[in-house]
């Protein structure tokens, strides 16, 4: 072989493609058994989601003391004109059915109810049936709620019949999680095969990065899997059905980055096993260092609060390692096992043109350098401008009733018994204190704004503690889920931990919901400093500069405000979305930096192998012309697998897939085709400072012709 391949005869050679098919073989072969199982370890419990220090958290843990996790599902009755006698039979007669119950946890002896909303002439009723949430409680929550729906029926003849409360709305959540991982896996694997064949426009080759995906995904799956049940690794439907849009997307990318190389150096070698090894050796180094940042800017999430977000960094940075692995080593060596004809009918011969070299990109750089610095200046101040959208956007929380796409049964019980019964009744403040110091604790929350007096006791079903510790509840005159609800508690919180040696502590889920906001902005500003110094550090070692990393970091996050500010107008305009979760903004964030990264690494690493060559502007010129059709054909995969999520019903996670699409998209055709293009050939060799190539600009003063170009570039 007459150039340096490094270390690509290692995966492609003549008799090592097929030891890499053979390694993966087993390793498929091993772990597809594990892979199916992740779904089951999956834990969904409120502690895998809640801040691990937060006071919520504390009192979930302390409460096991005085009785089993659980949640109350709420059967609501109501009749506008009052309920009549036969409703009343009707509710008398599922209360006794309701009590047998004890299948998937309901346990059906603590029964209570029926509630009425007054004395005389009623016109609505509730049932409070608990639930068991032990760690196996997300599984059978919606089993349960179908249980219980079998039993009190739907209602008719004038009679509403609902079921909500916390039970009620967890499982309809678990209904929307449910088929997560299927559903998101047939919703990228189809986006990806319609954009490889536009890109490819060869129905052959895409079935090798799909292939190899698809192993990636398994191991990943597998691995995780392991982890979970011997490491202690959590994992929640959250980070699973991320997991499946990180490994597609990225490892999708990475596989188009690679063949677009392979593709050159197919036109210049006879020879395809060079030809490979001449592309991992060129392109490799960009790839790896994408990957790298993406895996970094995950394990970084390990600082997060939230235990959700600190779950998910490790379950993301394993799925995207084990798809840069697959893409350097299982994807390279099919390629060259199939050879060139895996390309039809579009099949590089030796010695064609490179299409590249006179195609929309090459003539894009073109014009570009007429007048870079016009350029760059009126691309950043149009998205300053989109960036301006932000004052629309509301990061502070959704509640149940708009975190749906659709409106579930749950919510519609809500609406109804809000009608009927104080708004946050279902779902009570947990209280926990000495028992010694307990009548002042209650007198003290009783006396709180906020919290129906009268509702003050202990909850059926509890049990004395061992520690002279005494549990108790309270309903409050919100919705639980509300602003409104969450000054509640902390008025509650200051007014109980105002009492002498009480060591009283306040939960229930408006408390988590207001714990899980102090920890979500805490992680925002935690995080986000974080992930721009990781992605910095490897810029620089990439790149050996200074200046052309800044400049890149700058890009990147104009980037990310134009992406939130054109999506906060979407949700307030085009889809009518109350708000965003108190995370969006931070997921957006790790995801289109770790992500978009890659193209601006890809084409900076291939302006600097051509500016060695030819110097730096001409460089620009070649780099973006050789790796335009393909990042651009990436970014496409990339936001299209993360619209994927929109399949989804709930909000969240279409937010989360509507942003982080928009922000690939505007990383691809905008930032990195225009706005980094035109700062680097505005600032010309000083982008390399302080390395040599600042100083020392290969002598070009002008830019050559594409052919020129290309052939230098190769030798």
Not at 556 to 567: C, E, P, Y
């Given at each position: 072989?007459?150039?340096?391949?490094?270390?690509g005869?290692?995966?492609?050679?003549r008799r090592?493609k097929?030891?890499?098919?053979?390694l993966?073989?087993?390793?498929?072969?091993l772990?597809?058994?594990?892979?199916?199982k992740l779904t089951d370890?999956?834990?969904?419990d409120?502690?895998?989601w809640l801040?691990?220090s937060?006071e919520?958290?504390?009192?979930?843990?302390?409460?096991?003391d005085?009785?089993?996790e659980?949640?109350?599902?709420?059967v609501?009755?109501?009749?506008?004109s009052?309920l009549?006698?036969q409703?009343?039979?009707?509710?008398?007669?599922d209360?006794?059915?309701l009590?047998?119950?004890?299948d998937?946890g309901?346990?059906?002896?603590?029964?209570?109810?029926?509630?009425?909303?007054?004395?005389t002439?009623?016109?609505?009723a509730?049932?409070?049936?608990?639930?068991?949430?032990d760690?196996?409680?997300w599984?059978?929550?919606a089993?349960?709620?179908?249980s219980?729906?079998?039993d009190?029926?739907?209602g008719?003849?004038?009679?509403?019949?609902?079921i909500t409360?916390?039970?009620?709305?967890?499982?309809?959540?678990s209904?929307?999680f449910?088929?997560?991982?299927?559903?998101?896996?047939?919703?990228?694997?189809g986006?990806?095969?319609v954009?490889?064949?536009?890109t490819?426009?060869?129905p052959?080759?895409l079935?090798?990065?799909?292939?190899?995906?698809v192993?990636?995904?398994?191991t990943?799956?597998a691995?995780i899997?392991?982890?979970t049940e011997h490491?202690?690794l959590?994992?929640?439907?959250q980070?699973a059905?991320?997991?499946?849009v990180l490994?597609f997307?990225a490892?999708t990318d990475?596989?188009l980055l690679l063949v677009a190389?392979?593709?050159?150096?197919?036109r210049?070698h006879?020879?395809r096993h060079?030809a490979m090894?001449l592309a991992?050796?060129?392109?490799?180094?960009a790839?790896?260092a994408?990957?790298?940042?993406?895996?970094?800017s995950?394990?970084?999430?390990?600082a997060?609060?939230m235990?959700?977000?600190?779950?998910?960094?490790?379950?993301?940075a394993?799925?995207?390692?084990?798809?840069?692995?697959?893409m350097?080593?299982?994807?390279p060596?099919?390629?060259v096992i199939?050879?060139?004809?895996?390309f039809?009918p579009v099949?590089p011969?030796?010695?064609?043109?490179?299409?590249?070299?006179?195609?929309?990109?090459?003539?894009?750089g073109?014009?570009?350098?007429?007048?870079p610095?016009m350029?760059?200046?009126v691309?950043?101040?149009?998205l300053?401008?989109?960036?301006?959208g932000?004052?629309q956007?509301?990061?502070?929380g959704?509640n149940?009733?708009?975190?749906?796409?659709?409106?579930?049964?749950?919510?519609?019980g809500q609406?109804?018994?809000?009608?009927y019964?104080?708004?946050?009744?279902?779902?009570p403040l947990?209280v926990?204190?000495?028992?010694?110091?307990?009548?002042?604790?209650?007198?003290?929350v009783?006396?709180?704004?906020?919290?129906?007096?009268?509702?003050?006791g202990?909850p059926?079903?509890t049990k004395?503690s061992?520690?002279g510790?005494?549990l108790?509840?309270a309903?409050?005159?919100?919705?639980?889920?509300s602003?409104?609800?969450?000054?509640t508690v902390?008025?509650v919180?200051?007014?109980?931990?105002?009492?002498?040696?009480?060591?009283a502590?306040?939960?229930g889920?408006t408390a988590a919901?207001?714990?899980?906001?102090?920890?979500t902005?805490?992680?925002?500003?935690?995080?986000?400093?974080?992930?721009?110094v990781?992605?910095?550090?490897?810029?620089?070692v990439?790149?050996?500069?200074?200046?052309a990393?800044?400049?890149?970091?700058?890009?990147?996050?104009?980037?990310f405000?134009?992406?939130?500010?054109?999506?906060?107008?979407?949700?307030?305009y085009?889809?009518?979305?109350a708000?965003?979760?108190t995370?969006?903004?931070l997921?957006v964030?790790v995801?289109l930096v770790?992500?978009?990264?890659?193209?601006?690494?890809?084409?900076?690493t291939r302006?600097?192998?051509?500016?060695?060559h030819?110097?730096t502007?001409?460089?620009?010129v070649?780099?973006?012309a050789?790796t335009?059709?393909?990042?651009?054909s990436?970014?496409?995969?990339?936001a299209?697998?993360?619209?994927?999520?929109?399949?989804?019903p709930m909000?969240?996670?279409?937010?989360?897939?509507?942003?982080?699409?928009l922000?690939?998209l505007?990383d691809?055709?905008i930032v990195?085709?225009v706005l980094?293009?035109a700062?680097?050939?505005d600032?010309g060799?000083?982008?390399w400072?302080?390395?040599?190539?600042?100083?020392?600009?290969?002598?070009?003063?002008?830019?050559?012709?594409p052919?020129e170009?290309?052939?230098?570039?190769?030798?």
């Amino acid at each position: 072989m007459s150039e340096n391949r490094g270390i690509g005869h290692l995966v492609c050679g003549r008799r090592a493609k097929w030891l890499v098919l053979a390694l993966w073989l087993v390793v498929l072969f091993l772990m597809a058994p594990f892979a199916s199982k992740l779904t089951d370890a999956q834990d969904n419990d409120a502690a895998s989601w809640l801040p691990g220090s937060a006071e919520s958290t504390q009192v979930l843990e302390l409460s096991e003391d005085f009785r089993p996790e659980q949640i109350p599902a709420i059967v609501v009755y109501a009749r506008e004109s009052g309920l009549t006698a036969q409703d009343r039979a009707t509710i008398t007669e599922d209360v006794g059915q309701l009590k047998q119950l004890t299948d998937h946890g309901i346990r059906g002896a603590e029964t209570r109810g029926p509630v009425f909303d007054r004395e005389t002439d009623p016109r609505a009723a509730q049932i409070y049936v608990p639930i068991t949430m032990d760690e196996k409680g997300w599984e059978r929550i919606a089993p349960a709620v179908d249980s219980i729906r079998d039993d009190v029926g739907e209602g008719g003849a004038g009679l509403a019949v609902h079921i909500t409360g916390p039970g009620g709305t967890s499982a309809d959540f678990s209904e929307a999680f449910e088929g997560i991982d299927s559903t998101l896996l047939i919703a990228a694997m189809g986006v990806v095969i319609v954009m490889l064949l536009l890109t490819y426009r060869s129905p052959s080759l895409l079935l090798v990065p799909l292939l190899s995906v698809v192993a990636a995904l398994f191991t990943a799956q597998a691995l995780i899997y392991l982890l979970t049940e011997h490491a202690g690794l959590t994992v929640n439907g959250q980070s699973a059905g991320i997991l499946t849009v990180l490994v597609f997307g990225a490892g999708t990318d990475y596989a188009l980055l690679l063949v677009a190389r392979y593709r050159e150096e197919l036109r210049r070698h006879e020879d395809r096993h060079e030809a490979m090894a001449l592309a991992l050796h060129r392109a490799g180094p960009a790839v790896i260092a994408s990957g790298a940042t993406v895996v970094l800017s995950m394990l970084v999430l390990l600082a997060a609060e939230m235990n959700s977000t600190r779950g998910l960094g490790p379950v993301a940075a394993i799925g995207v390692a084990v798809a840069l692995l697959a893409m350097m080593t299982l994807f390279p060596a099919l390629l060259v096992i199939f050879g060139r004809w895996i390309f039809w009918p579009v099949i590089p011969r030796l010695g064609a043109p490179n299409p590249a070299d006179t195609g929309v990109w090459a003539r894009m750089g073109g014009r570009i350098a007429r007048r870079p610095r016009m350029v760059w200046g009126v691309t950043a101040v149009v998205l300053a401008v989109c960036s301006l959208g932000l004052i629309q956007m509301r990061a502070e929380g959704i509640n149940n009733a708009d975190a749906f796409t659709g409106k579930p049964d749950s919510i519609t019980g809500q609406e109804v018994s809000a009608r009927y019964f104080p708004a946050g009744s279902g779902d009570p403040l947990v209280v926990i204190s000495n028992q010694a110091q307990a009548h002042q604790v209650g007198r003290a929350v009783a006396d709180t704004r906020g919290v129906v007096p009268e509702s003050l006791g202990l909850p059926p079903g509890t049990k004395p503690s061992f520690e002279g510790k005494v549990l108790f509840e309270a309903t409050m005159t919100d919705p639980s889920d509300s602003e409104a609800a969450k000054q509640t508690v902390e008025r509650v919180r200051d007014a109980v931990h105002a009492v002498p040696d009480a060591d009283a502590q306040v939960g229930g889920g408006t408390a988590a919901l207001l714990d899980m906001d102090e920890a979500t902005t805490h992680d925002n500003v935690l995080i986000i400093p974080l992930v721009l110094v990781v992605v910095m550090l490897i810029l620089c070692v990439l790149l050996r500069a200074l200046i052309a990393p800044l400049l890149l970091i700058g890009t990147v996050i104009l980037s990310f405000t134009a992406a939130l500010g054109i999506s906060a107008l979407a949700f307030r305009y085009l889809f009518d979305y109350a708000g965003e979760t108190t995370d969006f903004p931070l997921f957006v964030f790790v995801f289109l930096v770790a992500l978009g990264i890659d193209y601006n690494i890809f084409l900076t690493t291939r302006i600097r192998e051509e500016a060695a060559h030819q110097g730096t502007r001409p460089g620009v010129v070649t780099g973006l012309a050789a790796t335009g059709a393909v990042i651009t054909s990436a970014g496409l995969v990339l936001a299209g697998t993360f619209a994927a999520l929109a399949t989804l019903p709930m909000v969240a996670f279409a937010e989360i897939g509507f942003a982080v699409a928009l922000g690939v998209l505007l990383d691809t055709f905008i930032v990195r085709s225009v706005l980094v293009t035109a700062l680097f050939l505005d600032v010309g060799p000083k982008v390399w400072w302080p390395h040599r190539l600042a100083r020392e600009d290969g002598g070009a003063a002008a830019v050559r012709q594409p052919e020129e170009r290309v052939r230098q570039s190769s030798d």
